[in-house]
């Protein structure tokens, strides 16, 4: 059984940065695919970024430049690194771990990021 837990929930300014973090429990970190969504007021949850086993990134058009994805294996641990918030950034933020044999999809509980002058 896989455990996430996210830490790193903040109120930020506008332009101010944040990094989430997100430790795993449990076995299948390695080979598994990180993500982190999230989820804006009244809105649908969206992919914000990813990582496979392998360190391929993709982001959304709307963080690119922004925002770096990164994992270190040896600690079970990914991270999302925020930089130059909008307050648009505003959601409740989702770590994800995809396993691929069988696919299965693990979630943690999700944090506040706050972005407001």
Known sequence: ???????????????GSLRLSCAASG???VLATMGWYR?????QRELV??????GSTNYADSVKGR??????????T???????????DTAAYYCNL??????????GQGTQVTVSS
Do not use: C
């Not at 970024?49 to 392998?54: C, P």
């Not at 990914?78 to 648009?88: F, T």
């Open 1 to 15: 059984q896989v455990q996430l837990v996210e830490s790193g929930r903040g109120l930020v300014q506008p332009g």
């Open 27 to 29: 076995s299948g970190f």
């Open 39 to 43: 989820q804006p007021p009244g809105k």
């Open 49 to 54: 970024a990813a990582i496979t086993s392998r």
């Open 67 to 76: 925002f770096t994805i990164s994992r270190d294996n040896a600690k079970n």
């Open 78 to 88: 990914a991270y999302l690194q925020m930089n130059s918030l909008k307050p648009e």
């Open 98 to 107: 995809h396993t691929w044999g069988p696919p299965y999809d693990y979630w």
